[in-house]
């Protein structure tokens, strides 16, 4: 069974802070995606990495995988309070397109 | 807007009723998810349909019971559930193409209450 154990769980900074968000496992993806889930809504796609080593940035949220393809991070400059949700990370399996979850970081980013 | 509507919203149910969820897509897509988010625990994958065809059942307890009549579509069909079936059940669809790079587009969730 594929794990992905994110941390932490509960994040609460002041807007203007940076932050990182882990996402580690024990076992090799092919794909890692992140989402953001916002109170009331469905998880929304933020960005997928699929090369070991790969960094992506979109505006102020920097995503990496890990070279061996078993964790990421992910890391918010200058967080702003629209930043708030849930973020969630999903390892895409080798054999097809199933995703394992991650258990979640819940940002909240105060004015 | 992500083009995945789900219906009811929110659903309060005892353990002898019987319910249904539903889940339309109008993305075109090929694959449909249903999936279980409950506050201490990852979100779970129950179902899998593709191309109408059921790929993948999660070992999912009998009291859930999925539907797919054509690609758009999805139904959970619940009965005699338990108050541990509390959650918000989430539907997903995408392409189809099995492509590890593949996009899933996700639906705002039935928030779930069995008393």
């Known amino acids: 069974t594929q794990l992905l154990e994110q941390s932490p769980q509960f994040l609460s900074i002041q807007e203007g802070e940076n932050l990182t968000v882990y996402c580690n496992s024990s076992?090799?993806?092919?794909?890692l995606q992140w989402y953001r889930q916002e109170p009331g809504e469905g998880p929304v796609l933020l960005v997928t990495v699929v090369t070991g080593g790969e960094v992506k940035k979109l505006k102020r949220l920097t995503f990496q995988f890990g070279d061996a393809r078993k964790d990421s991070s992910l890391h918010i400059t200058a967080a702003q309070p629209g930043d708030t949700g849930l973020y969630l990370c999903a390892g895409g399996d080798v054999a097809g397109n199933m995703l394992t979850f991650g258990g979640g970081t819940r940002l909240m980013v105060k004015p | 807007e992500t083009g995945v509507t789900q219906t009811p919203r929110h659903l309060v149910m005892g353990m002898t009723n019987k319910k249904s969820l539903k889940c339309e897509q109008h993305l075109g897509h090929n694959a449909m998810y249903w999936y279980k988010q409950s506050a201490k625990k990852p979100l779970e994958l129950m179902f899998v349909y593709n191309f109408k065809e059921q790929t993948e059942n999660n070992s999912v307890p009998s009291r859930f019971s999925p539907e797919c009549p054509n690609s758009s579509h999805l139904f959970l069909h619940l009965h005699t559930l338990q108050p541990e079936d509390s959650a918000l059940y989430l539907c997903?669809?995408?392409?189809?193409?099995?492509?590890?790079?593949?996009?899933?587009?996700f639906g705002p969730g039935t928030r779930l209450l069995v008393l």
């Open positions: 997903a669809s995408s392409q189809g193409s099995w492509d590890y790079q593949e996009t899933q587009y």
């Open positions: 076992s090799v993806f092919s794909s």
